[in-house]
């Protein structure tokens, strides 16, 4: 029985390449390819003397140095190529500017870092691939592989953007009743993305019926290609957390975007406005009666129960004063008097307005409606941040001035 040559697989054995005789590889592209990465981690410069489709040989360009490795055709029916001779020996060192790292290679090693980060400055890349792989590059190398990069980041982009119509009715699909919104601008007869607005049924049905009459609003930089801004709106739940309302993606935070993104929200979630052009809003948590009016408590602490104690009127739980009066009536108890809005079974009933997951991309419904084309980069207005924002709790700053929760709060 015949030895069993070890096939050269690209995807695993890339990392670290090992040749030996008797080697197969599928075709010319991954033998050359399988020698420029053995090339780049070991340091070393080679040169193909013969560079056919049938037969390769590839040597050190370094004087005198023996490396080489010859390959050629299995048969003529059998077209992957074989390592005819193989002799792994270097007598020469390590060569940092190396001419074989192309801007390919480098596209292909930092895709995932420029993916996250796409404003990755061209010199960092030069740096990461001096101390990562030993690999000396010219900037402008690095500029072209990020290009590459971008390129290739965007195109994956610009298809998920001519997929919004099919994501958008495949939200309302699976969640009936969601309010989903796309705004296009028209730039010779092509429609390109502008704004986005989400807002889920079973999110907004749920802050209708148990969560406070609060709404937070925020906007947040997008780290991506197209820049932007998102939009989000919050409510709090009966445990005192976030209950995310709508979302939306805009081209920047300006007075009228956010226009946009209340007058869609105040419709989503019945907030009107009344004849002095007061914003008002209703939900069912408001029609629930707060204290007994038939069984009153005393006349000076019903005052203090309903009308003075401001902080028992926004949060619906007795105060202190509450409590005493209360208790010196007695009758009830303290419980009574607290909204069923923060039972247990409010709180259960909240959370039983479950979003439906959507399917995958490829069983979606088709729209057939125009494609979307992505934005063109909106540079955000004000100086770019460099340095975050501490917290107070990060202790003291580079001044040596203490932070906030040193300080007396009067």
């Keep these: 029985m015949g030895k069993k040559f070890k096939h050269y697989n690209h995807e695993t054995d890339k990392q670290n390449p090992v040749f030996d005789t008797g080697m197969i590889f599928s075709d010319c592209k991954v033998f050359r390819e399988a020698v420029c990465e053995y090339c780049l981690l070991s340091g070393k410069e080679v040169t193909f003397t013969r560079n056919e489709k049938y037969k390769l040989k590839a040597v050190c360009k370094a004087v005198s140095c023996p490396w080489q490795i010859y390959v050629a055709w299995k048969n003529p029916t059998d077209r992957s190529l074989v390592a005819k001779y193989y002799n792994p020996n270097h007598n020469c060192v390590r060569v940092f500017q190396n001419t074989q790292a192309p801007s390919k290679w480098l596209t292909e090693k930092f895709l995932p870092r420029i993916q996250s980060n796409p404003t990755m400055p061209p010199q960092s890349i030069v740096n990461a691939a001096s101390s990562e792989f030993k690999v000396g590059i010219s900037r402008m190398k690095a500029y072209r ?28 699909d699976k969640n009936p009743g969601s309010t989903t919104k796309i705004q296009c601008e028209f730039v010779d007869g092509e429609a390109v993305f502008k704004r986005l607005y989400i807002c889920l049924e079973p999110l907004k049905k749920g802050f209708k ?5 609060f709404i937070g609003l925020d906007a947040c930089h997008l780290n991506g290609v197209y820049g ?23 081209e920047m935070e300006t007075r009228e975007s956010w226009t946009w993104f209340i007058d869609l929200l105040a419709k989503d979630v019945d907030i009107y406005q009344d004849s002095k052009g007061q914003a008002n809003y209703h939900n069912a948590r408001d029609d629930q009666v707060l204290v007994d009016e038939k069984d009153p408590v005393d006349e000076g602490q019903d005052e203090q129960l309903a009308s003075s104690n401001i902080k028992w009127d926004l949060s619906s739980i007795p105060c202190t004063h509450g409590i005493a009066a209360i208790h010196y009536k007695g009758g009830k108890a303290v419980e009574d008097y607290v909204h069923s809005y923060y039972s247990k079974d409010s709180y259960m009933a909240l959370y039983n307005n479950l979003t439906v997951p959507i399917n995958g991309s490829q069983l979606w419904e088709k729209t057939n409606q125009p494609a979307i084309k992505p934005p063109a980069y909106t540079r955000q207005p004000g100086r770019p941040r460099k340095v975050r924002i501490k917290g107070a709790e990060e202790g003291i700053d580079r001044s040596g001035k203490k932070g906030w929760e040193d300080k007396e709060c009067k």
């Design 228 to 250: 932007g801004q998102l939009l989000t709106a919050v409510g709090i739940d009966p445990n005192n957390e976030t209950w995310v309302l709508a979302y939306a993606v805009v």
């Design 209 to 213: 019926m148990n969560c406070r009459s």
């Design 145 to 172: 592989a990020k290009a590459d990069a971008l390129r290739m980041i965007e195109g994956s982009i610009a298809e998920q953007y001519a997929m919004l119509w099919d994501y958008c009715h495949e939200l309302e």
